[in-house]
C-alpha cells in the first residue's frame, strides 16, 4: 500500500520485505538467551538490512520491471533473525524494536536519503529502476531481493 506524507508530499510504502525480515527475526527468539551489548536500534548489521529492504521495496513498488525476490527475501529474513538472536537480543527487544514508530520512521528516513543520494527522483520511475539495475548489478544486499526482466 502506497501513502503519502501530507506534510511531505514524499510516497511511504507498506512494505512486505522488511515486514518478512522482521517475521523472521521473531521466529526463534526465544531459542538464544538475551545478552545485548548495544541496543538494537543501533546494532550496524540489522539497521543496514532493514534499509536495504526498504529500499528494494520502493524500487519494486515504482518501478514495473523490478520485481522482488520473496524467496530470498525469506530466507534473508531468517539469516537476519539467527544474527540478532546470536547477538543475545531478546524477543521483547526485537519486538519492541519492530514495532517501535520512531524506528520505523528512522529506517524509512535513511532508505529515502541512500535513494535521493543514488539518483532516485520522487515520481520518476526511470530513477528508480535506474537504482535497482545498479543495485542488482552490484549484488547489493537490496539487489539480491530484486530481480528485473529488462
Avoid at 16 to 40: D, E, H, T, W
Avoid at 83 to 106: T, V
Avoid at 118 to 123: L, M, S, T, Y
Wanted: glycine share 6%; net charge positive; with cysteine.
Amino acid at each position: 500500500m502506497r501513502t503519502t506524507n501530507q506534510n511531505s508530499g514524499v510516497a511511504r510504502f507498506a512494505s512486505p520485505l522488511p515486514a518478512m525480515l522482521a517475521a523472521g527475526m521473531f521466529l526463534a527468539a526465544s531459542v538464544f538467551p538475551a545478552q545485548a551489548k548495544v541496543p538494537i536500534s543501533q546494532d550496524p548489521h540489522i539497521t543496514r538490512s532493514l534499509v536495504a529492504a526498504m529500499v528494494g521495496e520502493g524500487i519494486r513498488r515504482t518501478c514495473p520491471s523490478i520485481h522482488a525476490r520473496f524467496i530470498v527475501a525469506l530466507n534473508k529474513a531468517k539469516e537476519l533473525e539467527r544474527y540478532a538472536l546470536s547477538k543475545g537480543y531478546s524477543k521483547a527487544e526485537i519486538e519492541a524494536f519492530l514495532k517501535s514508530p520512531e524506528h520505523k520512521a528512522r529506517i524509512i528516513s535513511l532508505a529515502r536519503a541512500y535513494m535521493l543520494e543514488n539518483g532516485v527522483v520522487e515520481g520518476d520511475k526511470d530513477t528508480y529502476c535506474r537504482l535497482g539495475r545498479a543495485e542488482i548489478a552490484a549484488g547489493t544486499l537490496t539487489g539480491q531481493l530484486l530481480w528485473s526482466w529488462k
